[in-house]
Nanobody, 118 residues
């Protein structure tokens, strides 16, 4: 399978931006460039919530309504890395963010914490 390591989180003020990264390691027979990839998140005390997805080539993206127009997902298959550019952050974006191969968080890593607070 793929193993993911998320990074780039932190404590930021509302209205600012962060860029998350997710680097993948490939096991034999599993190739980063073959997979749809997702960002999911888990806010304190809540369940996993799907945020965004991108197809293997990077040409097609989808977003949850609550991040449309603010977040941008992208990928670099050569670097085996997934990104999430987060703009106009809101306190309700506070969560641990994970990359995964499914909307339900399959194969997700340890995550990266994002705290949006003034």
């Amino acid at each position: 399978q793929l193993q993911f390591v998320e990074s780039g989180g932190g404590l930021v003020q509302p209205g600012t931006s962060l860029r998350l990264s997710c680097e993948a390691s490939e096991a034999s027979g599993f190739y980063f460039s073959n997979y749809f990839l997702n960002w999911v998140r888990q806010a304190p005390g809540k369940g996993l919530e799907w945020v965004s997805e991108i197809n293997p080539s990077g040409a097609i993206t989808n977003y949850a309504d609550f991040v449309k127009g603010r977040f941008t997902i992208s990928r670099d298959n050569g670097k085996k890395t997934l990104y999430l550019q987060m703009n106009i952050l809101k306190p309700e974006d506070t969560a641990v963010y994970y990359c995964a191969i499914s909307h339900t968080g399959l194969w997700r890593g340890r995550g990266t914490q994002v705290i949006v607070s003034s």
